[in-house]
């Protein structure tokens, strides 16, 4: 059963906690974005979503380059801004409601 359907709460994420999710997914995402080029995730809270935004505007400063997070709905993709600029204008890689770079 889904978390959300179940009435469950979730508890938010200690300073701690936070900080070490942080430098530990912003590292795994540069792994990431460097071998593959983007990055895809789903979250199940509005909260975790921020985190990933975090996550992808830390990755650019350690990547020293402009990084982009899309999300829609559940799903957030993480890439590098220049593989937007370079796709074809009739193809949007994500289509999204919002952005964070």
């Avoid at 701690?16 to 792994?31: G, K, P």
């Avoid at 985190?51 to 400063?61: C, D, I, S, T």
């Amino acid at each position: 059963m889904d978390a959300d359907m179940s009435g469950a709460r979730h508890a938010p994420l200690h300073q701690d906690a936070e900080t070490r999710f942080l430098i530990t997914m912003s590292e795994w995402v540069s792994q990431e974005l460097v071998a593959k080029g983007s990055v895809r995730v789903w979250v199940d809270r509005p909260e975790n979503r921020r985190l990933f935004q975090e996550v992808a505007r830390r990755v650019g400063e350690l990547l020293g380059r402009r990084v982009v997070s899309y999300a829609r709905g559940r799903e957030i993709l993480i890439m590098e801004e220049e593989l937007i600029d370079s796709s074809s204008e009739d193809e949007d890689p994500c289509p999204t409601s919002e952005g964070v770079g």
